[in-house]
């Protein structure tokens, strides 16, 4: 008690006060910015930690000054200059410096030795303070020096012993005034001062009042460095806190944004083990809850994946062993996974430090479009047969191995009839009603396909044991699956088909630029198109000379260009008499062809194959504008008829180029007639009636040629509207001697009387022949008797003939006749 007596009658009590403050105030800063400097890293952590020992230094080293300038208030001190900067910096370096470090250290025995240390770097720079008082000499004892350290270092240690926060920092910042202040005073109260002179001014000595100015300096730089810095945390902390909310958002966007996106997420570190994930990546690999989760190894995490889907242990070290590959890779990969469930997965790695990311996507939807296209690219919408692309590959596959094969090509017949009468619906649910009986008549080892329209056809793959004709009874089988006898179609549904057939041994020794899939396609084509012209709903067996007859029939076109090109046509004319007047009425234009080699061309070999190819619009064309050249020469009484082929009258713009031929040669419409087979006006009636309209509103005439030789029906007398009706040669030339054909001809005569419809026998030769018709009232007659076709030079002198009248002495009949010959 006399102790602490003494000491407070020794000092001034205000300094005490103030010492206590600064020193306060140094303590707080110190532990409230050592918790800041703690969360610091790089330059601002260096750049807290120098702030905090600056601080620190200078305040240990004003609590020092301010409570030895109230010491002894009866005493007038000075200072030496040097120790007293020297125990300024010492303060800095040796009390500062490890209350800083002490201050950021995580672990409390650090903090607490570094606290210690500290606790000396005050009593060294108190002892320095000490000594540099002048005009005295102050005697430590070894016990009170010892005593002054412990409390420093004890104190200074306990005020890191915890983590200074909440109600903790407080108390370290009160251990931290306990020691210096224990320290400062113990020492203190246990000095020794001899005085040995009065303190006295000079160059090297500080006085008190001016020591008091630098310790007032020194408090007040602490508080504006307190102030300042205080000021830049909180700026600091307002910042940090925006970016730890804008950080926090961000996290926030991306956990959202990788736990919604439609791809699964796996990232793997570069000890192989799952950094993060996605719910997605869980939903897609079928896992449970924890069977993939932060930390989990790769090998665990794959092992889980396996179990779930059933994978050998073979398949897993696989899988296991392509990540590893995968990840020390430099470039992404990605592969796709198709798992029990049917789902396929794509999988894309993409290494990343060491590691990986794992991207999963599901793909089902994508592969089962793709499969649906690649079946539509192959397969018939309709029948859902296998189209011509599919059937080209198997075709082409099958005739490169070698396999011995017979290839049926089906055309049904019919059809178009279907569609033309019942529409395209009905012609549809015949093809899907055929597809599926071909199927049923097919064998398992036979490829069925569709073609285009109506045309099908079948590969038939003989194997070893199979019966050499086991082809033909494919076929005929096919042909009854298509028309079966038991009469189950319904009515007007009724379709029948024919079969060409080729086999491999057909193609042998065949020279052809054709590859053999090609040569043989070819071959069963003209197999069908014999087939056809042979009375359909039967089979035929490619022969040889098909091929042949299709090379002439592609010389024939060849030849037939270049005679449309080079004018090698021309046109012969027929005379068509008045039977009742007995003079030329009109003459019929007959297409002539003179081929510079093989001569003469009957157009009954080159119409049709005109007609197949197309050809036959030129021909038409050709034969049309000449007659009406022609005819525009002769008598305006006289007029000209030409045959006209389907071909031609289904073409829209016919009526316009028969216009245009008439407008061109100025001939008057009336003296010009087309004539039309009653079989091709039957098989596009519609199209037709149509055209026929539009040529019957120009005032073209129409007749009907080789009456009696096609269908022979009087509806198409009524539903056309003719001017003409040709009877067919065949019935006037047997009408002298069958009855039938006879009365044929009278009913056929009396009907046109009837209907206002002229007619006209074909084929008259006799004299016998041409009183027949002239006795049953026929309107007309044409035939060798009366005239030979003519060529167009000799036409004018034919008509100066034509007034002579059958009877008499001079029968100018006969002299016509023998004229109109062409040799």
Request: net charge neutral; proline share 3%; charged share 20%.
């Amino acid at each position: 008690m006399s102790f602490i007596v003494a000491l407070a009658a020794s000092h001034s009590v205000g300094f005490v006060l103030l010492a206590a403050c600064v020193c306060t105030l140094m303590a707080i800063l110190v532990v409230t910015f050592g918790e800041h400097a703690r969360g610091m890293r790089g330059r601002r952590r260096i750049g807290w930690l120098a702030a905090i020992a600056v601080i620190a230094g200078f305040g240990v080293w004003t609590t020092h000054f301010v409570a030895i300038i109230g010491y002894r208030p009866d005493i007038v001190w000075s200072f030496d200059l040097r120790l007293t900067l020297a125990s300024a910096l010492l303060s800095i370096l040796l009390a500062g410096g490890p209350l800083a470090l002490a201050a950021i250290m995580r672990r409390r025995a650090a903090s607490m030795a570094c606290g210690a240390t500290a606790g000396l770097g005050i009593g060294a720079m108190h002892f320095t303070g000490m000594a540099a008082l002048e005009g005295c000499v102050a005697s430590h004892s070894a016990p009170t020096i010892a005593l002054s350290l412990s409390f420093g270092m004890v104190f200074a240690a306990l005020a890191f012993a915890m983590r200074p926060v909440g109600l903790r920092l407080p108390v370290a910042a009160g251990m931290l005034v306990l020691a210096v202040c224990f320290l400062h005073f113990t020492a203190v109260a246990g000095v020794d001062l001899q005085f040995l002179r009065s303190a006295r001014d000079g160059g090297d000595s500080l006085p008190s009042h001016v020591m008091a100015v630098a310790v007032a300096a020194v408090a007040m730089m602490i508080i504006v460095v307190a102030l300042l810095t205080a000021v830049h945390q909180s700026r600091l902390d307002a910042s940090d806190a925006r970016q730890a909310r804008a950080l926090a958002e961000q996290a926030d966007l991306l956990s959202n944004a990788l736990h919604n996106m439609s791809n699964g997420l796996v990232m793997l570190g570069a000890d192989e083990r799952v950094v993060l994930h996605n719910q997605r990546a869980v939903e897609l690999l079928n896992l449970a809850p924890g069977e993939i989760a932060p930390g989990l190894h790769l090998t665990v995490f794959l092992g889980n994946v396996a179990a779930r889907h059933g994978w050998s242990a073979d398949k897993t070290m696989r899988a296991i062993a392509n990540h590893r590959r995968w990840m020390a890779q430099t470039g992404s990969i990605r592969v796709e996974e198709t798992f029990e469930s049917g789902s396929v997965v794509s999988v894309s790695c993409r290494p990343l430090n060491g590691g990986a990311i794992l991207t999963f996507d599901d793909v089902t939807r994508e592969h089962q479009t793709q499969s649906r296209m690649a079946h539509m690219a192959h397969h018939d919408e309709l029948t859902g047969l296998p189209n011509r692309r599919a059937f080209r590959g198997r075709l082409e596959a099958a005739v490169a191995a070698g396999r011995d094969i017979a290839l049926l090509v089906i055309d049904l017949d019919r059809f178009k009839e279907i569609n033309d009468t019942l529409g395209h619906a009905a012609g549809d649910k015949v093809l899907v009603r055929t597809a599926d009986r071909l199927r049923a008549a097919c064998g398992p080892g036979d490829f069925l396909a569709r073609l285009g329209g109506d045309e099908l056809a079948v590969i038939h793959e003989r194997e070893g044991n199979s019966r050499a004709n086991a082809a033909a009874e494919l076929a005929a089988r096919l042909i009854h699956a298509v028309a079966p006898s038991d009469g189950t179609d319904e009515a007007g549904l009724h379709v029948g088909c024919s079969v060409g057939m080729a086999e491999t041994a057909d193609m042998a020794g065949v020279s052809t630029e054709m590859n053999g899939a090609e040569l043989i396609m070819r071959q069963a084509d003209l197999a069908l198109y014999r087939a056809k012209e042979s009375g359909r709903g039967r089979v035929q067996r490619f022969e040889q000379s098909m091929m042949e007859a299709a090379a002439r029939r592609r010389r024939l076109e060849t030849d037939m260009a270049r005679a449309l090109a080079e004018n090698e046509l021309s046109l012969a004319f027929q005379p068509l008499f008045d039977i009742e007047a007995m003079r030329v009425a009109s003459f019929e234009a007959l297409v002539r062809w003179k081929h510079p080699e093989r001569g003469w061309i009957s157009p009954a070999e080159f119409i049709p194959e005109a007609e197949r190819t197309g050809q036959i619009l030129a021909i038409g064309e050709f034969v049309l504008r000449e007659a009406c050249r022609r005819a525009a020469d002769w008598p305006t009484e006289i007029g000209v008829a030409i045959n006209v082929s389907p071909v031609q009258i289904r073409t829209p713009g016919f009526p316009l180029l028969v216009a245009s031929a008439l407008s061109a040669n100025r001939l008057m419409p009336s003296r010009l007639e087309i004539e039309l087979t009653e079989t091709a006006m039957v098989e596009d009636g519609t199209m037709i009636a149509t055209s026929l309209s539009a040529l019957r509103a120009l005032g073209v005439g129409v007749s009907m040629d080789d009456f009696g030789t096609g269908y022979s029906s009087l509806a198409h007398l009524r539903n056309f509207e003719l001017d003409r009706i040709k009877i067919d040669r065949s019935f006037v030339d047997a009408a002298p001697s069958d009855p039938g054909c006879l009365a044929v001809l009278r009913a056929v005569t009396q009907l046109g009387r009837e209907l206002g419809v002229k007619t006209l026998g074909e084929g008259v030769e006799t004299p016998e022949q041409l009183a027949i018709l002239r006795d049953l009232g026929c309107d007309g007659a044409q035939g060798f008797l009366l005239g030979r076709p003519l060529p167009a030079e000799e036409v004018a002198d034919f008509i100066a003939l034509s007034g002579w009248t059958v009877g008499g002495s001079k029968q100018p009949g006969a002299h016509v006749a023998k004229r109109g010959r062409i040799a």
